[in-house]
């Protein structure tokens, strides 16, 4: 019988000597178990384990703070615009308090509270604007009182006149473009050499008013009355004054820039020295063009469907105006700078109109339609004019220059 080599024989030990033997057994000192934990390999893991553990833990923690400072920050933001918007309600009562005053020194305190309130908020811009055009109107035409009385022109209130400053300088990013103080009754005022901005003032009662050296800017006058206003040497800049009443005003020397008169009444009106550049110059307030979305139709003053019968436009510079379906009868535009305007007629054919265009510059303008049969044409310069189908007949044209002019069709 072959023993095998790799069977181990089971050895049979009593119990008594196991026992023995590990009680015999050298014991191990406390440094030696301490050498053996520091020195096990499985630290090193282990300890990059709980690095990442405690950065993550941190990161968290970094997170949460966060959120609840960004919490408290947001309920602080909060508790903040409550509280300015309970500041800003005060103030605007207290100001509108003050505007309904006996005493002059406290309204225009109101007014001025209401100009800061205006920049101080947003929100409240628009109303404030509403509010100050309101008071122009309330202030401006009272129940039952009458017109001023010819003689020397007043100056408006004063408190009226603080808030047309207030809405004339407001930021109009903030607010509406124009103010509205449509309506207001300024007759026999004095308006000399002031700044008017972005201000509503449609159906206005203003006339024989002064506006002497005024700079007007992104000012609305649709429909307004100026008949016998003065405007002279006054500065139009985006001014819409379509179906104004300006019978016999007087705009000698005024600057008409990008400004526009279609179907207003210049009946006899003065615009002698008139120009479509110079003027005052900006006061660098930003102006919102009351021409848009209805612009003017040229680079000049627009006069389109206006009554120029017997008006004065002599020594003028107004190349580029627009004159589309106006009536002239009776207007002298002698030794005026015309060129590229358009006096077109109307579709409707006019009779012949009675007017002067004596040593007028015209080149390159447009009369193509026109009867010109009473017009007088002495030294006109003519040249490259649009003249098509016009009546020349009885016209003197031996010193009206013609060159390149379109005649065809055109009666001689």
Request: glycine content about 8%.
């Amino acid at each position: 019988m072959t023993t095998n080599p790799r069977r181990v024989l089971s050895v049979s030990v009593p119990a008594r000597g196991m026992r023995a033997a590990r009680l015999n057994r050298p014991k191990r000192s406390h440094q030696h178990r301490l050498r053996r934990l520091f020195s096990w390999n499985g630290w090193g893991r282990s300890a990059k384990a709980i690095a990442t553990i405690a950065t993550l833990a941190t990161g968290l923690a970094a997170v949460g703070a966060l959120y609840v400072t960004n919490r408290t920050l947001d309920a602080t933001r909060q508790q903040i615009a409550i509280s300015e918007q309970g500041q800003y309600t005060d103030r605007f009562g207290k100001a509108v308090e003050q505007l309904g005053s006996d005493k002059i020194d406290i309204r225009l305190g109101g007014i001025y509270a209401l100009e800061r309130l205006a920049k101080d908020s947003a929100r409240d811009a628009n109303t404030i604007t509403r509010l100050l055009g309101a008071y122009i109107r309330e202030h401006t035409c009272p129940t039952g009182a009458p017109a001023p009385a010819a003689g020397p022109r007043s100056h408006p209130p004063t408190d009226v006149s603080a808030a047309f400053t207030v809405l004339s300088v407001r930021d109009i990013s903030q607010t509406a473009p124009w103010a509205d103080a449509t309506g207001a009754c300024l007759e026999h005022r004095d308006f000399g050499a002031k700044t008017l901005n972005n201000l509503d003032l449609g159906r206005a009662k203003l006339a024989n008013t002064s506006f002497v050296r005024t700079l007007l800017r992104g000012v609305r006058l649709q429909e307004a009355d100026l008949g016998g206003a003065d405007l002279q040497a006054s500065t139009w800049v985006g001014v819409l004054a379509n179906l104004a009443q300006l019978p016999r005003a007087r705009l000698q020397g005024a600057a008409l820039r990008n400004s526009s008169f279609a179907g207003a009444n210049l009946l006899e009106a003065r615009l002698d020295n008139v120009s479509s550049d110079g003027g005052r110059p900006d006061d660098g307030t930003p102006y919102a063009d009351a021409t848009v979305p209805a612009p003017a139709i040229s680079i000049g003053p627009n006069f389109t469907s206006a009554d120029l019968t017997r008006a004065s436009f002599t020594a003028s510079r107004i190349p580029h105006a627009t004159f589309l379906f106006a009536a002239l009868e009776g207007a002298d535009f002698s030794r005026s700078d015309l060129r590229q305007a358009d006096f077109s007629p109307p579709p409707k054919p006019l009779p012949a109109e009675q007017v002067r265009f004596d040593y007028a510059d015209l080149s390159g303008a447009t009369l193509a339609g026109r009867d010109m049969r009473r017009m007088s044409l002495v030294g006109a310069n003519l040249s490259n004019a649009d003249l098509r189908d016009v009546d020349l007949r009885g016209v003197d044209l031996s010193s009206t220059n013609l060159a390149g002019a379109n005649l065809d069709g055109a009666k001689r």
